[in-house]
């Protein structure tokens, strides 16, 4: 007997050849009937006997092609209709509610052969794609995710292209991007004066300037990259003259895993990483002996590799055939370049030539960075290849929101019902340009999610231009969130946990609600609320920010607490950089508490212990002196030093006499490795008395570790195995550990707050 049966399809399932692989699932199974895209997903109808529907929806549920991602499937009987054949249905516009855009894919497999076949008709195309691969969120204009509705509209497809778009059975059936030599976008190369460079290659030609050692700007997928040889010292040198860009490490992309494998040491989770179809940059440590440019990563064996994941970036690898500086087009802080005229007007003076091409980037995204921590992949920046796949969340929202994220590292969520989506890597929230970046991201997600907020999270801190821009919209539920608190909630929702849970929140900084600067935060924390059960003695920093470039002060200021004033060995000694007249000034700011405020971030013992080891007095970008104090540790040293503990409300962590044992064992001569090991060793069993000491007092709970003190592996890979036997311990690893991953806490502390407000 003939029945029929609608089923809605949610996840991700457009621009991924859902539609195709549901066609020929229908053939093989003998169903009849069709399927559309919509903007909430795909809906199916089919029509058939009991046992071929049976088989129909049980392979819709375990089979689905890799891409595509079936979040859940919904059954619904309608009448039988007599149908002989499965069709596939054009999209349907509607007003409801939200969308499958996926994430940007790598470059698949197929497509790669295709483009390196010499007999190929992509043979050498950089704009080849496919149902599995190829650009999506950062081209799309509107949803639901469909040709027109990409900045691949204008291009009219050839009768090829067009052929494979329309047949089923084809690879590039419906591939929205689809595109080739003769229908497609085209590459140009551009002289530093915006001339065109005229040859018939522009790639190949590119490659041999980057050969010669110039600096080529090239558009990717998500903005503007600047590249050249990572192998000449005086190249990357200049590169970062011209950028103004000091020491911060630049990522390097590598033809293959062959060639990663010989800069770095990688276990097998990393590799798989490097892979993965969301290419995220991976930080690797490097060997001791790589080829690279030492300016590639100054002073530093933490190195950012990554893989091609557009036939341009495979194209152009395998010309130059070695590893490429592709760091981010930008002037310092200010967001990556996407339009062609913007990268001139702004690259002109770093690059030598730009190879750009006419395919517009809608919507900026940064690369993704990503690392393996305690032996899973932790994503640290989560941008490109990621963005806008949406986070499950364990108990639906009870009205949309948009939370506005953090100051720095800035990222945004908009959430409605059981999914969050946090928006690309915006960068620092400290300029204008920054903020516009910002405000028409939230713009734009907001259409392409079709969510309305009705409640809008912000931080705590009232002179934040997030905090400003929430202010100013018209929603007028608006929820100030504190930064500890967010930081443990967006743990929480990873994990699906509702609290309450043991949080520990370390990081550099947060404004807390007494107004100064948390960061060593041990939170009894609930969705809405939260206990401030402890936290670490405050250092001041003199002259504020200033302490965080220069981190010497907070060295300092940490030996005039430690030994009340007077060191035994002369404060002059430790930074013979440092003019003694600016060391004295220091340390009467100190004395004084002028223009000192006290920060308790765990992240400043880093800084500042690193700095006194390392005679490292200055930072040329947050988190520097940290990740070397970090890099150096000896993995054998099982030392530690004393701490204090003082009771109260909250109870504090002192760690003067950790500060005495350092001192100590620098004068006698004991190796930076085994400190830094010591000290690690400290703050881990500092942290598993703070847990235990919580437990004792609210009962053993959930224990949920965050901040961006805890992309440190040691810590974290220290914290958790030491906990593991009698808590359960959870770290970051889909959402960023570090502020890129506040704005999904913000979201879920502002719902649960509105709950009792509405
Ligand atoms: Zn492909
Ligand atoms: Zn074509
Ligand atoms: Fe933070």
């Keep these: 007997m003939n029945t029929g049966c609608r089923i809605e399809v949610r996840g991700t399932v457009q621009g991924v050849g859902f539609r195709p692989w549901v066609y020929r699932l229908a053939q093989e199974t003998g169903v009849g009937g069709r399927v559309r895209n919509h903007s909430l997903g795909v809906t199916i109808e089919a029509f058939g006997g009991m046992r071929a529907l049976d088989e129909f929806v049980n392979r819709l549920r375990v089979q689905a092609p890799p891409p595509a991602l079936v979040r859940g499937l919904e059954l619904s009987a309608i009448p039988p209709e007599s149908v002989d054949s499965f069709v596939i249905q054009p999209s349907a516009h509607g007003s409801d509610r939200v969308v499958s855009i996926p994430p940007d894919l790598a470059t698949c497999p197929d497509c790669e052969h295709e483009v390196l076949d010499s007999g190929d008709r992509r043979h050498h195309y950089p704009f080849t794609n ?28 050839c009768k090829l292209c067009q052929r494979e778009y329309d047949s089923v059975a084809d690879r590039r059936f419906h591939a929205q991007p689809n595109a080739c030599p003769v229908c497609g976008p085209r590459l140009e190369l551009l002289t530093d004066e915006g001339l065109p460079i005229s040859t018939s290659d522009p790639l190949i030609t590119a490659a041999a300037r980057l050969v010669s050692g110039q600096i080529v700007a090239i558009k990717g997928l998500g903005g503007f990259h600047l590249a050249c040889d990572a192998t000449r010292p005086d190249v990357v040198k200049e590169l970062r003259l011209r950028k103004h860009r000091d020491e911060k490490p630049f990522a390097v992309m590598v033809r293959d895993l062959a060639m990663a494998r010989t800069l770095a040491e990688m276990s097998p989770e990393e590799e798989l990483l490097l892979r993965s179809p969301e290419r995220p940059i991976v930080l690797v440590k490097a060997h001791e002996r790589t080829g690279l440019a030492p300016e590639v990563a100054p002073g530093s064996r933490m190195l950012g590799l990554f893989l091609p994941y557009t036939p341009l970036h495979h194209l152009l690898l395998e010309a130059v055939d070695s590893p490429l500086v592709m760091t981010s087009a930008n002037l310092a802080e200010e967001p990556i370049c996407i339009g062609n005229d913007e990268a001139f007007r702004r690259l002109k003076q770093i690059a030598d030539a730009l190879l750009i091409h006419d395919r517009d980037i809608v919507t900026r995204c940064d690369d993704s960075v990503a690392r393996v921590i305690a032996g899973k992949p932790t994503v640290l920046r989560r941008s490109r290849g990621y963005v806008p796949r949406a986070i499950e ?49 939230v713009a734009r997600m907001e259409r392409f999610l079709r969510i309305r907020p009705e409640v809008v999270a912000h931080d705590l801190h009232p002179g934040y231009l997030s905090t400003q821009y929430a202010e100013s919209r018209d929603e007028s539920l608006k929820v100030a969130v504190q930064h500890h608190h967010a930081h443990v909630v967006s ?85 013979p950089d440092i003019a003694e007249k600016r060391l004295r000034v220091v340390q009467q700011m100190i004395e004084r508490g002028i223009n000192t405020p006290r920060a308790r971030g765990v992240g400043r013992y880093f800084d500042g212990i690193g700095a006194l080891v390392l005679g490292k007095a200055t930072s040329s970008y947050e988190g520097q002196v940290a990740v070397a104090w970090n890099l150096v540790a000896d993995s054998q040293e099982r030392g530690l030093y004393d701490f204090g503990f003082d009771t109260g409300a909250p109870d504090e962590i002192d760690l003067r006499p950790l500060v005495r044992g350092v001192v100590a064992d620098i004068c006698a001569r004991v190796p930076a490795s085994v400190i830094s090991a010591r000290f690690h060793n400290t703050l881990i069993e500092a942290t598993v008395r703070l847990v235990e000491n919580a437990a004792s007092a609210v009962g053993r709970l959930p224990v949920v570790l965050t901040g961006g003190v805890f992309q440190n592996p040691i810590l974290a890979e220290g914290v958790s195995h030491r906990l593991a036997e009698r808590f359960d311990v959870r770290l970051h690893s889909k959402v960023p550990p570090g502020d890129g991953g506040i704005a999904l806490g913000q979201a879920l502390v502002a719902d649960a707050i509105a709950r009792k407000r509405m």
């Design 491 to 575: 743990a929480m929702a990873e994990h699906g946990l509702e609290g309450p849970v043991i949080g520990v929140a370390y990081d550099g900084t947060g404004y807390g609600t007494d107004g100064t600067a948390w960061g060593g935060e041990v939170l009894l924390t609930e969705l809405d609320r939260f206990e401030r059960l402890a936290t670490f003695r405050p250092i001041p920093l003199a002259g504020g920010d200033t302490a965080i470039r220069e981190p010497w002060r907070i060295a300092v200021a940490l030996l005039a607490d430690a030994y009340e004033g007077e060191p035994p060995v002369g404060t002059d000694l430790w930074f």
């Design 130 to 157: 496919c149902t599995s691969c190829g650009p999506r969120f950062t081209i799309a204009t509107d949803v639901p995710y469909d040709r027109r509705a990409t900045t691949m509209g204008p291009f009219e497809m």
């Design 393 to 441: 969340l364990s108990r639906p929202l009870r009205a949309p929101v948009l939370a506005c994220g953090a100051h720095l590292k800035n990222t945004f969520c908009l959430a409605d019902r059981s999914h969050a989506y946090l928006g690309p890597h915006i960068g620092d929230l400290e300029n204008l340009e920054a903020l516009d970046f910002f405000e028409s991201a």
